[in-house]
Every structure is written in C-alpha cells, then in structure tokens.
C-alpha cells in the first residue's frame, strides 16, 4: 500500500489529521499535471483544489486497488478536460504560462546553466505532440510506470511506449548533439 492510500484509510478511520497529509503530498504534482492540460498555473491550482475535494465529497470511491497516486491522477484528468470543455465554449482566452522558480542556490553561474538547459527542455517538449508531452511528464517526471501512464491516458501500454519512442526520437532532433535548440 503506497502512502497515499495509509493517510487515506486513516482518514476514512476519522483521523482528520491524515487528509493534510494527503494534501501536502499530492498537491504539487497533481497541480503541475494538471498544468500540462490547461497551460494556466492559476486554473491549474484550483481545479487540484476540486480534486481534493472530490475525495471529501466521495469518501469511498477509492477501491485500494490500484495505486492512490493513480486514483488521484485520473480524477485530476478528468477535470482537466472538464475544464478545457467549459473553456473551449466560454471562449476565453488563455493566461501565459507561469515560469518556473528558480531554485535557491549560491553558485549564480550554476544557476543559469541550469536555468537555461531547462529553458531549452521545456521548450522542446513543448514543440511536441501533446499525446507525446503527456507521456513523458507522467512516465518521467511523475515517475508512473507505462502501465499507469496507459490506464490514466486511457491507451493501451504499447500506444505510451510508442508515443516515448517517437518523443525521444524527436526530442533528439529537436535539441541535437550539442545541446542547441533546433529551429
């Protein structure tokens, strides 16, 4: 049983303290994936709120069978696209992406390089299909192994391999041998 899924039973058993911990695990990733879909950190942020929510208001549908990240992950899909359904008929425009934060380290010339090498990842993956820049956030950002990748993407496991074929494949093109963004 992953750690999800103790701080679940034990709050199903009354211990409220266990649904924090529920929060302060998950709420990042679930939020950052989340942000995958709808490219809004604001909007990403409150629909990971309504996930948590979900949990409240529907105490039991978790089964304790599959992984309670996965359970957390489709639920947070299926608002996603909720979501962008609602948008897509509101016709609203969309906010730029949020920058990622820099993190606090000493060394400022460090902290360039980084700063850019990840500049130039992230910009690659964006020039991907968006299948593909799923893929690879859940299976290795997320960590998800392809089967779990396959059952929140609702692909078979060979559809998420293929699509990480063909991501790295691109990937490879795209950011070339010596680290250089290819136009």
């Known amino acids: 049983m992953d750690n999800g899924a103790s701080y ?15 929060i302060e695990e998950y ?5 950052f994936f989340i942000q ?6 604001c909007a990403a942020e409150d629909i990971a709120a309504d ?5 409240v208001v529907h105490p039991r549908k978790y089964n304790f069978k599959d992984s ?20 897509k008929r509101a016709a609203q425009v969309p906010l730029d992406e949020a920058e990622p934060f820099l993190s606090d380290e000493t060394n ?3 902290q360039a390089i980084r700063s850019e090498e990840k500049r130039k990842v992230n910009e690659a993956l964006r020039r991907l299909p968006e299948d593909q820049q799923l893929a690879v956030h859940l299976v290795y950002f997320e960590e ?15 559809q998420v391999d293929n699509l990480l074929y063909r991501a790295k494949n691109t990937l490879r093109d795209l950011i070339g ?7």
């Open 68 to 87: 309670f990240k996965t359970f957390l992950f489709v639920i947070a899909r299926s608002r996603a696209l909720d979501y962008l359904r609602k948008r």
């Open 27 to 31: 709420r990042d990733p679930v939020t």
């Open 177 to 183: 041998k010596d680290g250089e963004l290819a136009v």
């Open 8 to 22: 679940y039973r034990r709050w199903l058993d009354g211990d409220e303290s266990a649904f924090a911990g529920i």
């Open 36 to 41: 995958r879909y709808v490219h809004d950190i």
């Open 51 to 55: 996930v948590f929510m979900y949990l």
């Open 108 to 110: 400022l010339e460090e």
């Open 144 to 158: 998800y192994s392809y089967a779990d990748a396959a059952r929140i993407m609702k692909k078979t496991r060979k």
